[in-house]
C-alpha cells in the first residue's frame, strides 16, 4: 500500500474533512516514527499497541497540525532545491483552505458528541 500523494488532489481523512495528501503522507510518517519510538521505548506499551497500522491509522490525523510544522520547517532547508519547495508551499497553501473545514467539523462533532 502506498501513501504516495496523487497530484495535489485532496483526500478524504473521514467523513468530517479533507487533508492534502503530501500533509497527510507526512502525518502518517510521523505516527509511524511516534510508534517505533514508543514501541522501542516500552514493552508494557508494545504489548498494548501491537498492530502498527491500526495505532498509525488512528493516530496520523492528530498529527496534521505537527506535519504541517515540519513541511513549513523544510522551505527553510538549504538541502531543497526550488521546485521541491515549491511543492511543499503549494501543498501548505492549498491544505490551509481544507484545515478551515477540518476545524469546524471538530467543532460540530465536539458540540454534538458524535
Not at 39 to 55: F, I, L, P, Q, V
Request: aromatic letters at 6%.
Amino acid at each position: 500500500m502506498s501513501n504516495t500523494p496523487k497530484l495535489g488532489i485532496p483526500t478524504p481523512i473521514s467523513k468530517h474533512g479533507f487533508v492534502h495528501p503530501l500533509v497527510k503522507s507526512t502525518a502518517i510518517e510521523l505516527a509511524r516514527a511516534l510508534y517505533d519510538k514508543m514501541a522501542s521505548g516500552s514493552n508494557e506499551w508494545y504489548d498494548k499497541n501491537h498492530d502498527t497500522e491500526r495505532w498509525v491509522g488512528f493516530m496520523w490525523k492528530n498529527l496534521l497540525p505537527a506535519a504541517r510544522k515540519q513541511l513549513a520547517a523544510c522551505l527553510r532547508s538549504p538541502n531543497l532545491d526550488e521546485k521541491q519547495k515549491n511543492e511543499i508551499a503549494d501543498a501548505l497553501i492549498k491544505d490551509n483552505e481544507l484545515r478551515v473545514g477540518r476545524m469546524r467539523g471538530l467543532r460540530r462533532r465536539l458540540m454534538t458528541g458524535s
